[in-house]
């Protein structure tokens, strides 16, 4: 009777080895961040939410991603640093965020 020999680290592991590990990881318990959680609803990267592309479906996007940070208490100056947006474009981004949210939710 052979002994199968136990999986090493590495196979296990193999795709979560090259990947660095996150910032607030504590003893195998890790959670989002908050930017993280909004870019995935909002269907986004991080990267493609405080990048350059202004097309029309990034744009609202983006939006829905300032609506989520502002719901969770961020403010909009800090939402527009960790997005590399000024301060008003991130208002701005939430007014129209808003009016197109009533406009939907009227037509329906």
């Known amino acids: 009777m052979t002994r199968a020999t136990p999986p090493r680290f590495g196979d296990r592991y193999a795709r979560y080895e090259l990947t660095p590990m996150p ?44 609506h989520l940070l502002y719901l969770r208490g961020w403010s909009t100056t800090q939402i527009a640093a960790i997005l590399n947006r000024d301060h008003s474009t991130v208002v701005y981004g939430l007014r129209r965020f808003q009016m197109i949210r009533e406009a939907v939710c009227a037509c329906s």
Do not use: H, I
């Open 23 to 66: 910032p607030n990881w504590v003893r195998g318990t890790w959670k989002p961040s908050p930017l993280a959680a909004a870019c995935e609803l909002a269907g986004l990267t991080v990267d493609q939410a405080s990048g350059p592309d202004f097309t029309r479906e990034t744009s609202y996007r983006r939006m829905y991603v300032y």
